[in-house]
């Protein structure tokens, strides 16, 4: 069979099944012209090894996206479970300004995230609605305890089950 042997997709019931894949939320930033400039993404995976690669989706017409590639450079900022609030700012549900972000190595990053990545922009690849933008992490770290991560699943923000105590043999 071929593709136009196939109906056409439902765009919104291709993003409701694909939602059932359950995602890490991350905040990409930029700095443009002196000001913070970002986006909440969950279209986040590692790419390569050697050399490290990651790469990033990001809508055609996203101002913050131009952002980063006029920059030339970003954080990846992966987020805990409790900040929900910071990926709804930069979501464009809330107040970007009061989240807590500093300057490191000479790139805008998050001051509390789960782990940090800080790239230089490599390639920029067309796919269909979005773009996909590749970096090359030049710096990473993560605090010594890893957080409960923010999970996006069907759509809504979800969280790992509690932590079951195995079963011991008597």
Excluded: W
């Amino acid at each position: 069979m071929h593709p136009q042997d196939f109906p056409p997709l439902d765009p919104i019931e291709f993003r409701n099944l694909i939602g059932r894949f359950a995602t890490g939320v991350a905040v990409i930033l930029a700095e443009d012209g002196g000001q913070p400039r970002g986006m909440t993404v969950n279209s986040l995976t590692s790419v390569s090894l050697d050399p490290t690669l990651l790469l990033f989706c990001a809508r055609n017409e996203s101002r913050n996206a131009e952002a980063v590639l006029r920059a030339k450079r970003f954080s990846v900022n992966i987020l805990t479970h409790g900040q929900t609030a910071i990926s709804n700012a930069f979501a464009g549900r809330g107040d970007m300004a009061a989240v807590p972000m500093l300057r490191d190595r000479g790139f805008l990053r998050l001051a509390d995230a789960a782990a940090v990545f800080l790239c230089e922009l490599r390639e920029v690849f067309p796919g269909g609605d979005h773009r996909i933008i590749l970096g090359q992490p030049v710096f990473m770290e993560a605090p010594r305890d890893q957080a409960e991560p923010l999970l996006f699943f069907g759509g809504k923000y979800a969280r790992l089950p509690e932590p079951q105590d195995e079963p011991r043999a008597s």
